[in-house]
């Protein structure tokens, strides 16, 4: 039974070059949501979608950043023309519903922009 | 704004004994909240939800409280073992779930 699948582990990038983060929910989990991690700092809520569809982008910033999770295939976050302060770990988790439901995490995307 | 407070940052125990830890939120009335276990390099791991009209939960070693006057949870690990260390995150509820910073705890042998 497989958890949620991020890949890839770790993603280098050069200034104004596009990085692309994917991520495969658990299955039968239709709610995926990104959080973004800093060193010594907590995880902050990027976006939430459900299938084809996005919830809540409230935590995403307006340039630059997309998400999107398809009827088929994962989800992914895009991050255009990347910056070093977009540097960090990215994790997605998902859930099987939407309120009180536990989140299941993957293991996350390190992003380093060089 | 809304506000998800870890008091501690670090918090240093002996094995053996009860590590608790607090979570503080402001300009919230969250209907649960739930607590994560992370390791380095790791995605976080749930470990207990409590909800807004539960005093508290346990779960083996680990008790929480929710107290809606005081706006506070606390986390507790009783007879705590080194491979307890790990950071543990609280996060505020409504969807979607807002994270404090955490608390490292590190149990000494």
């Known amino acids: 039974n497989a958890g949620v699948m991020q890949n890839p582990r770790h993603l280098v990038r050069r200034r104004g070059q596009e990085a692309r983060l994917r991520c495969s929910p658990m299955k039968g989990h239709s709610h995926v949501y990104w959080y973004r991690q800093l060193p010594e700092e907590g995880l902050k809520f990027m976006v939430y979608?459900?299938?084809?569809?996005?919830?809540?982008e409230s935590g995403m910033p307006k340039e630059r950043f997309s998400a999107e999770f398809p009827k088929e295939g994962p989800s992914i976050l895009r991050i255009q023309q990347v910056v070093r302060g977009d540097s960090a770990a990215y994790f997605c988790?998902?859930?099987?519903?939407?309120?009180?439901?536990?989140?299941?995490f993957g293991s996350g995307t390190q992003l380093s922009v060089l | 704004s809304q506000k998800i407070e870890q008091n501690s940052e670090a918090l240093n125990i002996q094995e053996g004994k009860t590590a608790t830890l607090t979570c503080n939120y402001t300009n919230y009335s969250p209907a649960y909240l739930q607590w994560y276990r992370q390791d380095p390099g790791r995605g976080p791991v749930f470990l207990l939800l409590?909800?807004?009209?539960?005093k508290e939960k346990r779960k083996e070693r680990l008790k929480v409280t929710f107290d809606t006057t005081l706006k506070q949870s606390l986390f507790h690990i009783t007879a705590s073992q080194p491979a307890d260390s790990a950071t543990y995150l609280c996060g505020a509820g409504n969807t979607p779930l807002v994270f404090g910073k955490g608390t490292r705890l590190s149990v000494i042998a």
């Open positions: 409590i909800r807004e009209n539960e």
């Open positions: 979608l459900q299938k084809e569809n996005i919830i809540d």
């Open positions: 988790a998902s859930s099987s519903g939407g309120n009180n439901e536990k989140l299941f």
